[in-house]
C-alpha cells in the first residue's frame, strides 16, 4: 500500500507502514459438509487421546515489514515450517486457553474472551512476538468458531476447547526478534465430564526446590511455551507418587504459587481472627499467571461470599475475607496442624473449579477434610468451591445473564 503525499516542493512516496490485523478481510477454504468426520459424542473415548480436532484451521501470516496479512479458514492440516524456524530453536512461542460453551439455551458463547486476547498481547510482548489489535483478533476467533460450532459443538453442557497460538516462524538461526510470525487457532475435542459426577478431589505434588517454574524478572507471568517444556519432568514425577499436577513453591520460604497449569486457592480460618479467608497468591512478583477464572473466582467471592454480601445468596455459607498474598507451605502446615484448613482449590480454563483431597509435601503431607456423598464417594469437602463453581457454570451455559458471557450469533453455512 503506497500513497502519494503531495507538497509543494516534489510528490513524496510513502508507504503506509505495516498493516494492522483485520478480521473484515477473512479468506475462507472450507470442507464440505459431507466431507468432514463425524463428530464423536460426549463420551466418546476419541476425546481422551486429547488429538481429535474439527475440520477447519484459522491461519494469521505475519512479517516485519508487512504486517498482518489477511486470515485465513483451511482444511485443518500440518504446518510447515523451515528446520530453521525461530520457534523451534529458541522457543518463540505463546499461546492461549479458551472454551466455546454450548448453552442449555442453544446459544453460544465464550468466556471474558477479550482478557485472553489481551493477555496474549502481554504474552507476545515477552517473547519479541508481534502485537494486534485485541478487538480484531477477537472477531477473527467468533467468525472460526461461528462456522464450526453448530457442528462440531451441538450438546447443551458441553464445550469445545480452543487453542490460539503464534509462533516465531521465519528462518532466523541468529538470535534476534523474529521478523516473521504465523498466528494459528484450531478447537480440540476434550472428554466431556458430567457436571453431575462427584470429583473425589485431586492430589498435588508440592515441586522440589530444586526445580523452580518462575521467578521474578522471568516469565511466569506469560502464557509461553517456554514456560511448560521444563516443567515436565515435575509433572512426571507427580505423576509418580500418586499425583496429579506440581503444587509450584517458590523461594528458601517456600511460597505456594500455583498449581499445574492453574491457579490455587485455600480457604482458612484465621489464627487470632478466628475469621474464614480465602487465599490465593498475589500478582505482584509476577511468577504466577493471571488466570482469567482467578480473577473471576475473586470477583464473585468479593460480591457473593463476603459480609457485604447479599445474606439470601451467601445462604448457609459463613462470610469469608478475601486476600490475595504471599503465603507459606509452612503456614498451610501451621492451619493444617491446628485443624484450620477448610478447603483447597484450582482454577483454570482447563480444570475449571477443582477441589483439592491432598498435598504430597516431602516434610509432612497436608490432608484436606473430606466428606462421603450420597452416593457413597469420598470427596473433598467443597461447600464455597462448589458454590464458585456453579455460579461460574450458570454463566458459561446461559442460566443467568451476566457481563461475562459473550454471545456469539452462528449463521448456519
Ligand atoms: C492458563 C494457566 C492458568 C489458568 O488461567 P485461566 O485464564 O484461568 O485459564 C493458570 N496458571 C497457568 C500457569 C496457566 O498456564
Known sequence: MATEVKNSQSTILRTAGPRGLDASVMIKNLVPESEQQRVPGPQDPVRLSQNATTAHILTIRWTADSGWEAPQISPYSKIALEPTASVLHYATESFEGMKAYRGYDGKLRLFRPR?????????????????FDSVELLSVITTFLALECPRWLPDPGSNLYVRP????????????????????????????????????????????????????????????????????????????????????????????????????FVIWRAKTSNEIELVTSSLDTKVILDGITRRSVLALARERLTASADPDVLGDLKPLKVVERAFTVAEMLDVSVEGRLIEAFVSGTAMFISPVAMIRHKQQDIEFPMQVTETGLEAPVSHYSSRLKGWLEDIIYGKVDHPWAYVIEEKVS
Open 115 to 131: 482478557l485472553n486476547c489481551e493477555r496474549m498481547r502481554i504474552s507476545n510482548d515477552r517473547v519479541c512476538l508481534p502485537d
Open 165 to 264: 497460538t503464534m509462533i516465531g516462524s521465519g528462518s532466523a538461526l541468529g538470535i534476534q526478534r523474529p521478523r516473521e510470525a504465523l498466528f494459528f487457532l484450531f478447537a480440540a475435542l476434550f472428554p466431556q465430564s458430567s457436571s453431575a459426577k462427584v470429583s473425589p478431589g485431586i492430589k498435588l505434588l508440592a515441586s522440589d526446590p530444586e526445580q523452580i517454574r518462575a521467578w521474578p524478572g522471568g516469565f511466569g507471568y506469560a502464557k509461553v511455551g517456554a514456560n511448560y517444556g521444563p516443567a515436565m519432568t515435575a509433572q512426571a514425577q507427580a505423576r509418580e507418587a500418586g499425583c496429579s499436577q506440581t503444587l509450584w513453591l517458590f523461594g528458601e520460604d517456600k511460597l505456594v504459587t500455583e498449581a499445574g497449569a492453574s491457579n490455587f
